[in-house]
């Protein structure tokens, strides 16, 4: 699924199982993930009832992976809001454009993977609601 008002994709990603289980390999630049992968975080042990995120980002593009357990997503394009679920290893949210987004309802063993295209770096943040619905409406 591509939209073009919600800039985020759903990418199927490829299981290698045989006998023993399963294994899903990811490698920059390819079909799985479209972009030079700079940077890998993990989000676990998150306790019951707390949202993340709340924050959009300017340039950064990332695939997020619930490698274990589940969450929910929500993205907001400045005009609309929409909640994708994550509890499937070989499924991966792409996220692309200026969106704000909120992690919430996570099952308590949820390890949430983030690849990221950028190292780390504060500025790309907006963190402030309304200064990210004033640029989201420009
Ligand atoms: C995002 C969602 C899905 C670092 O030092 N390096 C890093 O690479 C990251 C991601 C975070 N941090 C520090 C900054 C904060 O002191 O770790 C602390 C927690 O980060 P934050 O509050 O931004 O975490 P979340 O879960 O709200 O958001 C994170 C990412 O920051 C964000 O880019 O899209 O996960």
């Known amino acids: ?80 809001r929409k909640t994708i679920r994550l509890d499937n290893p070989a499924q991966g949210l792409y996220l692309s454009g200026f969106l704000w987004r909120e992690m919430s309802n996570f099952s308590p063993a949820c390890v949430l993977m983030v690849l990221a295209s950028e190292h780390y770096d504060e500025k790309d943040y907006v963190r402030d609601y309304g200064e990210f619905l004033r640029l989201a409406k420009k």
């Open 1 to 80: 699924m591509h939209n073009s008002v919600f800039p985020f994709k759903l990418l199927e990603l490829s299981v290698r199982g045989d006998e023993r289980g399963s294994l899903i390999a990811l490698e920059a630049l390819s079909a799985q993930i479209p972009f030079e992968i700079k940077r890998v975080y993990y989000i676990f042990g998150t306790c019951a009832g707390v949202t993340r995120g709340k924050h959009a980002h300017h340039r950064l593009e990332q695939v997020l992976i619930a490698v274990s357990g589940s969450c929910d997503i929500l993205l907001d394009n400045g005009s609309a």
